[in-house]
């Protein structure tokens, strides 16, 4: 299984931008996907998932600015970031359930996930 994110950079309080992560290597239009972050010497946070039937679900610090959504027959899933805070610096990364056809909850608490390599946010004031 591999995860593939880009789209991370430096940007300006305020801006936007998209994250992509692309999967390959399991039954993607099953499996809940979803992105978490991370900052030096911080565990690793939820940020968003969608399910496999579209249920989302955010942290509450990102709801109205960010949105998660997925296109099957690509087998990508993307955040969409807006409204970029200095405290929404961190390194993002894609994770995908290990398995198939659970709910965000189960995917969230979950131990066992397939995770990409990262890609670096920077938002400076």
């Known amino acids: 299984v591999q995860l593939v994110e880009s789209g991370g950079g430096s940007v300006q309080a305020g801006d936007s931008l998209r994250l992509s992560c692309g999967v390959a290597?399991?039954?993607?239009?099953?499996?809940?996907v979803g992105w978490f972050r991370q900052v030096p010497g911080k565990e690793r946070d939820f940020v968003a998932a969608?399910?496999?039937?579209?249920?989302?679900n955010y942290t509450n610090a990102v709801k109205g600015r960010f949105a998660i959504s997925r296109v099957n027959a690509k087998n990508t899933v993307y955040l969409q970031m807006n409204s970029l805070k200095p405290e929404d610096t961190a390194v993002y990364y894609c994770?995908?359930?290990?398995?198939?056809?659970?709910?965000?909850?189960?995917?969230?608490?979950?131990?066992?996930?397939?995770w990409g390599q990262g890609t670096q946010v920077t938002v400076s004031s």
């Open positions: 969608i399910s496999s039937r579209g249920n989302t």
């Open positions: 290597g399991l039954t993607f239009h099953t499996t809940t």
């Open positions: 994770a995908a359930d290990f398995y198939p056809s659970r709910s965000i909850d189960f995917f969230v608490r979950g131990t066992r996930k397939y």
